[in-house]
């Protein structure tokens, strides 16, 4: 697998972060950087720690995995875990600029990865059960076959 693979959940959350922070106010027309209080950056920013960090897990996980199926799982995971924060800077954004709209791509892009996370997960979990059981297999045959020798 080359890196290029690697790099798609860190893409994913560099794309949803985008989308989320700059995209979608400027649509909606709720331009936060707008507002006077700084204190309001602050409670705009809680919401995205945890994501960030849940982000930062499933970068992590991609560096270490070795199917592309879970590359596109850890990818689709980034994606569906930002519908937290997509939903708590709609709600701040709508107190603060009352004329905003409703989100047009960040929740819909967050609803649509949590359904084909849902649909995929089965198909991972069959796929890694399947690997362990043959690498068992061969441990066990390989064990077998040198069992009796000296040497």
Known sequence: MNRTWRKL??????????????????LV?????TYPDPGFWVVLALPL???AGLAGLMIWCAQQATSRLNVVLYSLLTLA????????VTLLLADV??????PRFSLDISLAACAAAL????VVL???RR?????????????STTHGRTG
């Not at 875990?81 to 997509?86: G, K, R, T």
């Open 81 to 88: 875990a930002s519908i937290i924060p997509v939903v708590v």
């Open 9 to 26: 959940p860190l893409n994913c959350a560099i794309l949803m972060a985008l989308l989320l922070l700059v995209v979608e106010p400027l």
């Open 119 to 122: 649909a995929l997960l089965p």
């Open 29 to 33: 027309k709720a331009p936060w950087w």
């Open 126 to 128: 069959v796929r890694t």
């Open 49 to 51: 720690v945890p994501w």
């Open 97 to 102: 600029f009352p004329a905003s709209g409703p």
């Open 131 to 143: 690997t362990r059981r043959a690498c068992a297999e061969a441990v066990h045959d390989g064990a």
